[in-house]
Every structure is written in structure tokens, then in C-alpha cells.
């Protein structure tokens, strides 16, 4: 199957229109977990794969369910039909039954784009008549800020990480941080946790004599020091400590944060910390020393 077809995977130089294709093995780790998550009526239901390519998920598909739908842009199978899937309806899927009376699970790997923005279409207009979606994903879905794609009725009931290499790229042997989100709808909406405030410190411009930086991206992500002149505001956080019983601490809350353990490595691109998910960090370490 075509995962992420028309992007580039690795640096500008890369041909914008290579395909990535999942290993049968990890075709199959998935649609275990679809079957042990997700109810599906082998008779009734019917399972769109959005972005079939080669048609690599097919055979699986057909093991739970009679019904399959196979589409994609330009496809590699004569088993897929040649459409963009922003452009399927309801009533291509099945033109013999109105929407109320379908019941469509939408399984594959859409193409990512950058910055996941071709991902969130396929999110989006899959949600739009899907009682299920199963898609392989940026590792960045892991964060919360990148789940809002999915609308509030959707429910993420199980997620796992892939293991390295679960795909190819012109024959040979790939290796793109993504994980295998399922995600059902319900009647009722998911509970979002409201936006955590920094609580002791506040985020100013580097210009505005900040207390410290901290590194947001790269290799040395979340390394903090006082030293703030030479640092990049592209590439670090600036902080200003507003509570006075920890202006005096300030050595003792980089030693902390100088040993926190982030999330680094939930994203498709290079290591980066999230701003939520700093300033939880840090408001937990103000608290401790307080």
C-alpha cells in the first residue's frame, strides 16, 4: 500500500512523488488490533482503505470483512480505484443505501504532507461518515495538540508505536517514526483536558531579559541554562521566573529541568518539546522546590 504518496521523506532533495509502502507484517500487527478493538459485521459493514497503492491491505481486509473499498490518486493495483479520496461521498461507497443506514470503518495510511497537513484532510473527511478510523500516523498524533484533527465524537481507544523499518521506499527498507492510532465514534464527546497556564513563570521574548532559555528542538531538547544572549528564538523557549521565593532557586530549577525526561521523540522531524508539555513540566518542578 501507498502510505504517504506525494510528499518528500527525507530532505528537498527527495523525489516529491515517492511512495511508501507497509510491510505485510505490519499490515497485519494492525488489523490484529483492529479485529481485538473495533466490531465489524463481516456482512453488512463495509471498510474503505483510502489510499490502497498497491492494494498490500486488501487480503487482511478481506478476512473480517466481505466489503472493501480500495481508492487512491494514482494506484498501483487494478483491484484500487483510481480517485482522490477527499473526493469520495457517502454515495460512491455505496449507492444503493442513504448515509443513515451505512456503517463505513475506514482503515489505512493516509499520505502525511507536510507538517501532517494532507493526514488531517484524510482525518477529517473520513470522520465525516466513518463509525471507525484506524490509520498509521506521525509519531506527532502521540501529542494532544495534533489529536484535535479528530472531532470531538471520536474516541482514541488504542494506540501503539511501529516498529522500525515498517516500510519501503523504492525496494528498500525504510524507517519513518509513526504510530497506529484506532479511533471509534460515540455518542458521547471525549473529555479534553483544559489548557494548562504557567504557574511561576511566563514565556517572553528574548529581548525582554529572560531568566533562562530552554532548547525546544534538535539533538540537546530540552537542555535549559541562564546564558540566554546567544540562543535562537527559533529554537528555544524564553523564560521569565515571576514568583519570588523561586527567583533565589533559580541554579536548583535548571538542575531539574536539565533532568527531566521529555517526549522528544514524538514527532516525524527532529526531537522537539511542546509548549504544553513544558510547561507542565516546569510547573511541576516550581511546585517541588516551592
Known amino acids: 500500500m501507498a502510505d504517504t504518496n506525494h510528499i518528500q521523506t527525507t530532505g528537498l532533495s527527495r523525489d516529491p512523488i515517492d511512495k511508501y509502502y ?4 505490519i499490515v497485519d500487527m494492525c488489523m490484529s488490533y483492529v479485529k481485538q478493538h473495533i466490531t465489524i459485521s463481516k456482512e453488512k459493514d463495509i471498510i474503505v482503505e483510502p489510499s490502497a497503492g498497491s492494494g498490500v491491505f486488501y487480503n487482511s481486509l478481506l478476512k ?11 494506484p498501483d493495483s487494478d483491484l484500487v480505484t483510481e480517485i482522490d479520496f477527499l473526493q469520495v461521498s457517502p454515495q460512491m461507497i455505496d449507492p444503493t443505501k442513504d448515509i443513515s443506514h451505512l456503517t463505513i470503518h475506514t482503515i489505512g495510511n493516509p499520505p502525511f504532507g ?26 506527532s498524533f502521540k501529542k494532544d495538540s495534533m489529536r484535535k484533527a479528530f472531532p470531538l465524537s471520536f474516541h482514541l481507544i488504542f494506540e501503539c508505536d511501529l516498529p522500525e523499518k515498517s516500510f519501503t521506499v523504492n525496494g528498500q527498507d525504510h524507517d519513518s517514526p509513526c504510530v497506529f492510532q484506532i479511533w471509534e465514534k460515540k455518542n458521547a464527546n471525549r473529555i479534553v483536558e483544559a489548557a494548562i497556564e504557567p504557574n511561576g513563570f511566563k514565556f517572553v521574548k ?22 540566554t544572549e546567544t540562543k535562537s528564538e527559533q529554537s528555544h523557549y524564553f523564560i521569565t521566573i515571576t514568583r519570588e521565593d523561586i ?3 533559580t541554579a536548583i530549577l535548571i538542575e531539574l529541568l536539565n533532568n527531566t525526561q521529555y517526549d ?5 522531524g527532529p526531537r522537539s518539546i511542546s509548549k504544553p508539555e513544558f510547561i507542565k513540566k516546569i510547573n511541576n518542578i516550581i511546585e517541588s522546590i516551592s
Open 114 to 139: 507536510r507538517q501532517s497537513s494532507m493526514a488531517i484532510k484524510f482525518i477529517k473527511h473520513a470522520a465525516s461518515f466513518s463509525k471507525s478510523i484506524s490509520f498509521i500516523l506521525p509519531k
Open 247 to 249: 527567583i533565589n532557586k
Open 64 to 74: 473480517i470483512c466481505k466489503n472493501i473499498r480500495l481508492f487512491d490518486i494514482k
Open 206 to 227: 528574548k529581548e525582554n531579559s529572560p531568566t533562562l532559555s530552554i532548547r525546544r528542538v534538535g539533538g540537546t531538547a530540552g537542555k535549559s541554562d541562564t546564558e
Open 264 to 268: 522528544v521523540n514524538n514527532t516525524v
Open 22 to 25: 507497509t510491510k505485510e507484517e
